[in-house]
């Protein structure tokens, strides 16, 4: 081969590459259409329907949802009943296995939150420009609500249901101390998921949650209400550094860490929270524990998600350390000691695709 040709063949690629990127521009604006207006709901719980049909059962403009629904079959999610029919007769179904992907926000597979993220970031496009050129930041409360309900409505599978389901009854000890009546300090816990699904779990627990975002903790106390554990679940408009010193069972923070400007502050404060022999722990991104320009597609997916949002929300504080999204074990591991603390233990049998458990000693 020559060297032209595989410069040529180089360049195709690469090419093809960014055609792929822009093709997924493309239909994460369309991912977002379709859930903020309910397109993709109504198809799963009122069934198939031609553009005009959809329209009425959604209060949206008929000529934008054959559009809509013309290119999400051309894309492989949705099918047409009749492609030679006229195109306001043509009627589009979503096929029951792309239901938990598109419609159903109890699902674990659902991945539509994450295009409500991806859109607030890019509204914010000149604010990250201008971030990128001085070393400021875009803080979380300015990329404002889709970026929050985003967020939240893509953990809150795991953390109201899975987590207390599936990953705190395998440690005993926890598990115990929470059947037993425990208290539990949730750090930076958002919408507050992770503290409703620790309450609705473990019926005699009490949870305090932190956080120092004035919507989230609103959002945080409006879900609790509505799942009817508010007499249990106390949201504090605060940092953990405000809580009772040795006070709770567990101490723990759900995929939060790497956004906080001051780790090690909050990790100092977190140790000084828990009662003796209580737990800390810790889940945040399950990357790899070095740099490679090989990195799976999991390790782009917080690359990418820490360009946009994550880092630029922690370099929005003076002084920040600026972890970004990709938080490796071993930063963990340093932050971890100089809070104090003398051990940080993987929880390999809290398994999860993207996700990883630590346990601080």
């Given at each position: 081969m020559t060297t032209i040709e595989s410069s040529t063949?180089?360049?195709?690629?690469?090419?093809?590459?960014?055609?792929?990127?822009?093709?997924?521009?493309?239909?994460?604006?369309?991912?977002?259409?379709?859930?903020?207006?309910?397109?993709?709901?109504?198809?799963?719980?009122?069934?198939?329907?031609?553009?005009?049909?959809?329209?009425?059962?959604?209060?949206?403009?008929?000529?934008?949802?054959?559009?809509?629904?013309?290119?999400?079959?051309?894309?492989?999610m949705l099918t047409v009943d009749d492609p030679a029919a006229a195109p306001d007769a043509r009627r589009f179904a979503i096929p029951d296995a792309h239901v938990p992907v598109l419609a159903d926000l109890d699902s674990e597979a659902v991945l539509t939150p994450f295009?409500?993220?991806?859109v607030a970031t890019l509204r914010r496009i000149d604010?990250?420009?201008?971030?990128?050129?001085?070393?400021?930041?875009?803080?979380?409360?300015?990329?404002?609500?889709?970026a929050r309900e985003g967020q939240a409505a893509q953990n809150r599978p795991l953390l109201r249901d899975a987590l207390c389901r599936d990953h705190l009854p395998l440690l005993g000890d926890v598990d115990a101390a929470l059947r037993a009546g425990g208290r539990v300090a949730d750090v930076g816990l958002g919408e507050g998921w992770s503290a409703i699904g620790i309450a609705r779990a473990y019926p005699?627990?009490?949870?305090?949650?932190?956080?120092?975002?004035?919507a989230s903790v609103d959002a945080a106390r409006r879900h609790a209400a509505d799942d009817g554990v508010a007499d249990r679940v106390t949201v504090h408009r605060a940092g953990i550094e405000t809580a009772e010193a040795g006070a709770y069972d567990l101490v723990c923070a759900?995929?939060?860490?790497?956004?906080?400007?001051?780790?090690?502050?909050?990790?100092?404060?977190?140790?000084?929270?828990?009662?003796?022999?209580?737990?800390?722990?810790?889940?945040?991104?399950?990357?790899?524990?070095?740099?490679?320009?090989?990195?799976?597609?999991?390790?782009?997916?917080f690359y990418g998600f820490s360009l946009m949002c994550c880092l630029p929300d922690g370099m929005s504080t003076p002084g920040s350390v600026g972890t970004g999204t990709v938080m490796r074990r071993g930063t963990l591991e340093a932050y971890a000691r100089e809070a104090g603390f003398t051990t940080v233990e993987v929880l390999d049998e809290l398994d999860h695709e993207i996700f990883r458990f630590y346990r601080l000693g």
């Open positions: 063949r180089t360049t195709e690629a690469c090419g093809e590459t960014v055609f792929g990127w822009i093709l997924g521009m493309e239909q994460t604006a369309a991912l977002y259409l379709g859930d903020r207006l309910g397109w993709y709901r109504s198809l799963a719980e009122e069934g198939p329907a031609t553009a005009p049909e959809l329209a009425a059962r959604t209060g949206t403009a008929s000529r934008y949802a054959r559009e809509w629904l013309e290119h999400q079959a051309v894309s492989g295009a409500r993220i991806l604010d990250l420009l201008e971030a990128y050129r001085t070393g400021g930041g875009v803080s979380w409360e300015t990329f404002g609500d889709d005699t627990a009490t949870v305090d949650g932190f956080d120092v975002d004035a759900f995929e939060c860490l790497h956004d906080m400007p001051d780790p090690v502050g909050v990790l100092a404060a977190m140790r000084r929270a828990v009662a003796p022999g209580g737990t800390v722990l810790i889940m945040d991104e399950k990357v790899a524990d070095a740099f490679a320009p090989d990195g799976d597609e999991i390790e782009r997916l």
